[in-house]
C-alpha cells in the first residue's frame, strides 16, 4: 500500500450483539452457538450499506473466547464468519481473537479491550483511526479499545451509560450506524483530548 494513499476512516463494529443476535441465559448475553443459530438483525443489511455509501470501511473486530476455552469448535466459529461474510458482502475485514485470555494461559494483544485488531485492520488498509468509530454492546471493550488508539473517536455502545453489558432486546446495532452517520463532526480529523 502506497504511503501516499490517505488513510480512510473505518467504522469498527463489534459481531455479537450489534450485528447478530445474542441469547440471554441467567441474564448475561451469549453468542449463537453455531452458524444455524447465528442470525442478523435484519436491518444491519441497510445500516452497513449507508456507512458504505459515506465512504466508511467496515471491519468487524469480535473476540470469540469460547473458541480457547475449549467450549465451542474452531470450525464452529468459522462457519458463523463465513455465514456473516456471505450476509453482509460490504464487509473489508473481519478481524477475530480466539483468546482465552491469561487466566486460561492464553496472554494475547488482540483480545478486546486491547488494541491488536483494530492495529491489524488499520495496518492492512490503512485506516486513520482519528476518523473512525467504533460500535459496540459493551462499554467496557469498545471504549478501552478506542481510547487508546485514537482519544477522541467516537464511540457508539448499546447504551450511554458506562454499565457493561445490556439486554438484548435492546440492542441494535443499525440505531448506532445511524448515530455515525448524523455524527455533526463526522469526517473531522479529531485531535486528541487532553
Ligand atoms: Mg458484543
Ligand atoms: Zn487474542
Known amino acids: 500500500m502506497g504511503k501516499h494513499e490517505v488513510a480512510r476512516p473505518a467504522v469498527f463494529l463489534d459481531r455479537d450483539g450489534v450485528i447478530n443476535r445474542v441469547t440471554v441465559r441467567n441474564g448475561t448475553p451469549h453468542p449463537p452457538c453455531d452458524a444455524e443459530e447465528f442470525e442478523l438483525y435484519e436491518d444491519v443489511p441497510d445500516g452497513c450499506a449507508r456507512l458504505k455509501a459515506a465512504n466508511f470501511l467496515l471491519v468487524v473486530i469480535t473476540n470469540q473466547p469460547d473458541v480457547g476455552r475449549g467450549t465451542q469448535s474452531r470450525q464452529a466459529a468459522e462457519a458463523m464468519n463465513l ?55 459493551r462499554w467496557r471493550e469498545s471504549s478501552a479499545i478506542s481510547l487508546r488508539l485514537a482519544p477522541s473517536a467516537k464511540i457508539f455502545t448499546g447504551r450511554s451509560s458506562k454499565r457493561s453489558v445490556i439486554p438484548s432486546s435492546l440492542l441494535n446495532g443499525h440505531r448506532q450506524m445511524q448515530a455515525v452517520l448524523r455524527d455533526p463532526r463526522r469526517g473531522e480529523r479529531r485531535s486528541p483530548l487532553r
Open 83 to 137: 455465514k456473516m461474510q456471505s450476509a453482509l458482502p460490504l464487509l473489508d475485514r473481519i478481524e477475530i481473537c480466539y483468546h482465552a485470555g491469561e487466566r486460561y494461559g492464553q496472554p494475547c494483544d488482540c483480545r478486546k479491550p486491547r488494541p491488536g485488531l483494530i492495529l491489524r485492520a488499520a495496518a492492512e488498509l490503512n485506516i486513520d483511526p482519528r476518523r473512525s468509530y467504533v460500535i459496540g454492546d
